[in-house]
């Protein structure tokens, strides 16, 4: 194949997940022209499918509260803006305490939250439980709240993202998964498959839980590593719980748990394993439900009886500070990161979606220099994100 009838692209996309589909439809928005590769057999089906639907501004990152806030607001708009029904819904997200440590933890996070726009306070007792009344009530100290994080549906979402992106000209290839990383005179040039071979002016690794591999097609070795996180839903029950509560209190196994009542009525919910599960592995654990339903019904007894329906295991793309790698590569120019989202890809990829678009189009507000510096793939990894 000459260069002559090479098809080319304004950017090439790999990864058609919770970054690579919203990144798409914002670019096609903007009147790029874009390919997105795959190598799954349809959209989202990596671990986009796999997330729990939770979408929240609620962290202690600057740059994920701006890139979260950003991205409730399209959420929270999609269906009248665009038509789909996402099952968004508005149901806040609870941090109760029981003890000192988790109190102080959450109360000197309130400083940088409120600090970037974050509507959130700290609750007392009688207030926590009339946000959720069946909370367990012995030794709680209150806790924060933030009635503007909510969720929706990941499946619905990436479909919806899709659908968009289609309508305005972005082209998706499935079951054709990237086999090198085409290079002229050190930058990026395009891509080839083994179905055929594409140029492109950039190039955006958005492969998630792959996207070191991606990474060292162009001698990249990017510091992000799959670890497995399992998760679980239950039958659908009225309706009786609005906030996703989080109790960050560690505990044998696990770091901390969360879960919520979908807008359909399921209890969805997920833990934080501790050690963490590295590699590719996703099948179930006969560990995993009996150690959250414990955790979960100590919080909440009134959940005992709920029956599961369903549990399985999905991959998080973790970097070594739980932040996100988000930046053009200085050695390969061209090459755009947009990695490491750490399992929050869901809530934050409408909003980097936008903010790639920015970036490729040369049209980066005052405000994403700041949010690319904290998220910078050469910044030093100190610390860790206090509400992972």
């Given at each position: 194949m000459t260069a002559m009838n090479i098809p080319h692209y304004d950017v090439i996309i790999i990864g058609s997940g919770s970054t690579g589909t919203p990144a798409a439809f914002s670019m096609a928005q903007a009147g790029l022209k874009v390919?997105?590769?795959?190598?799954?057999?349809?959209?989202?089906?990596?671990?986009?499918?796999?997330?729990?639907?939770?979408?929240?501004?609620?962290?202690?990152?600057?740059?994920?509260?701006?890139?979260?806030?950003?991205?409730?607001?399209?959420?929270?708009?999609?269906?009248?803006?665009?038509?789909?029904?996402?099952e968004w819904y508005k149901g806040g997200y609870a941090f109760p305490a029981y003890r000192e440590r988790e109190e102080k933890i959450l109360k000197d996070l309130l400083v940088t939250q409120k600090s970037y726009g974050l509507n959130i306070d700290w609750l007392n007792k009688d207030q926590m439980l009339a946000v959720a009344p069946d909370l367990n009530t012995e030794n709680l100290r209150g806790g924060t709240f933030s009635p503007e994080d909510g969720s929706a549906s990941p499946l619905l979402a990436a479909h919806a993202f899709y659908r968009q992106a289609l309508k305005r000209g972005a082209e998706f290839r499935f079951n054709e998964p990237v086999e090198e990383i085409l290079l002229r005179g050190g930058r990026v040039a395009g891509v080839r498959t083994h179905r055929g071979t594409y140029g492109a002016d950039v190039v955006v690794n958005a492969a998630g839980a792959w996207a070191n591999p991606i990474g060292k097609l162009v001698g990249l070795d990017l510091p992000v590593r799959p670890d497995s996180h399992e998760a679980a839903i239950t039958e659908p029950v009225a309706h009786f719980l609005d906030p996703m509560i989080v109790d960050i209190r560690p505990a044998p196994g696990s770091t901390n748990y969360y879960f919520y009542q979908h807008l359909t009525g399921q209890i969805i919910f997920c833990i934080t394993p501790n050690p963490n599960k590295w590699g590719f592995d996703e099948r179930e654990t006969s560990e995993f439900l009996p150690m959250v339903s414990k955790r979960m019904i100590e919080i909440m007894p009134r959940l005992k009886n709920i029956r599961v329906r369903r549990t399985w295991r999905g991959l998080y793309p973790m970097t070594p500070d739980g932040a996100p790698l988000i930046g053009w590569s200085q050695e390969v120019p061209g090459f755009l990161l947009a990695v490491g989202l750490c399992g929050q890809g869901f809530m934050m990829g409408p909003s980097i979606g936008e903010l790639l678009t920015r970036m490729v189009t040369g049209q980066m507000v005052p405000e994403d220099h700041e949010t690319l510096d904290i998220v910078s793939p050469y910044r030093q990894f100190a610390g860790q994100e206090k509400l992972q």
């Open positions: 390919l997105v590769l795959d190598q799954c057999s349809s959209v989202g089906q990596e671990s986009n499918k796999k997330a729990i639907g939770g979408i929240r501004a609620t962290h202690s990152d600057p740059a994920k509260i701006r890139l979260c806030l950003r991205s409730i607001e399209i959420f929270s708009t999609w269906k009248e803006t665009y038509g789909d029904d996402i």
